[in-house]
């Protein structure tokens, strides 16, 4: 069966502490995706990656920085959280192709930056 | 700008109606469409896609419509039932080479009354 996880369903940070999020799928996908949740955005993609190494800013890529030296692992690092970015944080990922792929996503981590 | 707009915030029905959920989109490239369900603190979860050289497609109680002249995707649910209840995301892509994002829109909650 198809996996995405999340390292952790619910984190508290304080702010500025720098703040790793960490997502492993087991489905041998190219692609990886961080999008966050808010009530009323919808879902915002903050940065993807297409393959080990590489990677490309999202629609809110400030504040994140991402790390793929896996294929199968999508690491999303707050440098210095603040507490807007406290969210609820999404992972997911597909397989390459020409596009109409379905993302398949982890369960979510639930952040809070007091 | 938004690409993909979910205008109804919230919808409610009661159990055994028909629940029909609206999606417009602006960018005529957009060749494929997808409808996501989430509950509360889970991830999205795929449920039914349709492509642009469709006006129809069915899964069981499922069943999403394409109006392409219009630029407008609806997800029809009958019956519907109290575990339908939700969040529904409507997302599009581009095909093609290069083409790795789904767009997504800001959701619709779904409550469905028993």
């Known amino acids: 069966d198809v996996k995405v996880t999340q390292s952790s369903r619910y984190l508290v940070k304080r702010t500025g502490e720098k703040v790793f999020l960490e997502c492993v799928q087991d489905m041998d996908h190219e692609n990886m995706f961080w999008y966050r949740q808010d009530p009323g955005l919808g879902l915002r993609l903050i940065y993807f990656s297409y393959d080990v190494k590489m990677k490309e800013k999202g629609d809110i890529p400030e504040g994140y920085s991402v790390s793929r030296e896996k294929k199968e692992r999508f690491s999303l690092i707050l440098e210095s959280a603040s507490t807007n970015q406290t969210s609820m944080y999404l992972c997911?990922?597909?397989?390459?192709?020409?596009?109409?792929?379905?993302?398949?996503f982890g369960s979510g981590t639930q952040l809070s930056v007091l | 700008d938004q690409q993909v707009k979910q205008n109804s915030p919230s919808l409610s029905v009661q159990e055994g109606r028909i629940s029909i959920l609206n999606c417009d989109y602006t960018n005529s490239m957009f060749d494929y469409f997808l409808w996501y369900k989430k509950y509360p603190a889970e991830g999205p979860t795929f449920l039914i896609s349709?492509?642009?050289?469709?006006d129809k497609n069915e899964d069981g109680r499922f069943t999403v419509f394409l109006n392409k002249s219009a630029k407008h995707l609806s997800l029809h649910i009958v019956p519907s039932q109290p575990g339908d209840s939700a969040v529904y995301f409507c997302a599009a892509s581009v095909s093609g080479a290069g083409s790795y994002q789904l767009t997504f829109g800001k959701g619709t909650k779904l409550s469905v009354i028993p």
């Open positions: 349709i492509s642009s050289i469709k």
């Open positions: 997911a990922s597909s397989f390459a192709s020409r596009g109409g792929e379905k993302l398949f």
